[in-house]
């Protein structure tokens, strides 16, 4: 019997049916398994798609909970700031300047400084007073606690300032940091034919996630573009917003290429490529200052216990030779 089924397995005709069965089969599985293969790249492709859009959506919704140009200041602020007429003995116009630059812009943001003008001197004027002549923390004389609580009063007043001083110097550090990618990105849509309007608005929106701050200053940008009678305007209006040479750099291409019809791609490019030089340059600096920073702190915490390690065998040894 398993003769036969060898013989009958031997045979040229049934080796050819069996190979040709395979063939079949071979040729079958390779049209369909395309069909039944899933895309994995293209998979891949929708989940970074999906991703992204939702960084967006996640940003925009950041952006829209900021203070708005049309918030309306707090009631007893806005009362203290009226009464008192502090606008007229308080507001200056370089104040302005500084509430624009450290991104406060609208009545509200002018009344509270005005309202914090007031009351912080009056505060730290109080708790001088009160830990000098009511505590007596101090055994001085009487005209150098009256020094000390005139200085309390000016160091109150010019509080608020510093304050804004402070958050101006993060939010152009913040831009700086963001600006040479916002370039390269505008002149990509510059180059590819949109407008100047579209190109903005379209890095405004992909620049939300490197910085929101740069992304709300192209965003208001684009607006005043479109309401503006004057283009020159709101050119200008960025640059004194951000108080940044850079973006007056920009500013100033693009007004001339408006005025005189200077092609805009190749002053982007130009742009580009000096902040990108001055952003390498800062880190180089602030990479070449770190051993004169460093000298200090290694004398100071290094040096002695280095000390301490190499003298206390020498100790150890000296004494108990002495003690024999």
């Not at 398993?2 to 599985?29: E, K, M, N, S, W």
């Not at 302005?96 to 914090?116: H, I, M, P, Q």
């Not at 020159?232 to 007056?248: F, M, Q």
Request: hydrophobic content about 50%.
């Amino acid at each position: 019997m398993l003769d036969q089924l060898v013989d009958a397995a031997l045979q040229p005709r049934f080796v050819a049916t069996v190979l040709t069965g395979i063939a079949a089969a071979a040729t079958v599985f390779t049209l369909v398994q395309p069909l039944l293969e899933t895309d994995t790249l293209a998979k891949r492709m929708k989940l970074v798609s999906d991703e992204r859009e939702q960084m967006r959506l996640r940003e925009r919704e950041r952006l829209s909970n900021r203070a708005t140009l049309r918030s309306e200041p707090k009631a007893y602020m806005k009362r203290v700031v009226e009464r008192l007429h502090l606008t007229r003995w308080l507001g200056t116009e370089t104040a302005k300047a500084k509430l624009v630059l450290a991104g406060y812009r609208g009545a509200s943001a002018e009344t509270a400084f005005l309202f914090f003008r007031l009351v912080t001197p009056t505060v730290v004027t109080v708790l001088a007073l009160f830990y000098l002549f009511v505590l007596e923390v101090l055994d001085q004389p009487f005209l150098i606690r009256t020094g000390i609580v005139l200085m309390a009063a000016f160091v109150g007043m010019k509080l608020p300032e510093v304050y804004l001083s402070n958050v101006t110097s993060k939010r152009q550090a913040q831009i700086r940091q963001a600006w040479p990618d916002a370039l390269d990105m505008c002149l990509i849509c510059v180059e590819s034919g949109m407008s100047v309007e579209n190109a903005f608005r379209r890095v405004s929106l992909e620049i939300a996630g490197q910085s929101a701050v740069l992304a709300e200053e192209l965003a208001l940008l684009n607006a005043e573009l479109s309401y503006l009678p004057d283009r020159r305007v709101a050119y200008e209006n960025l640059a004194l917003r951000t108080g940044l040479e850079p973006v007056k750099s920009l500013t100033t291409a693009l007004i001339q290429a408006e005025r005189y019809g200077t092609p805009v791609g190749q002053a982007l490019r130009v742009l580009a490529q000096e902040s990108r030089d001055t952003r390498m340059n800062e880190a180089e600096k602030k990479a070449a200052a770190l051993p004169p920073k460093l000298t200090v702190p290694m004398i100071v915490f290094f040096l002695p216990v280095l000390f301490v390690v190499i003298m206390t065998p020498a100790g150890i040894q000296a004494y108990s030779m002495m003690n024999k």
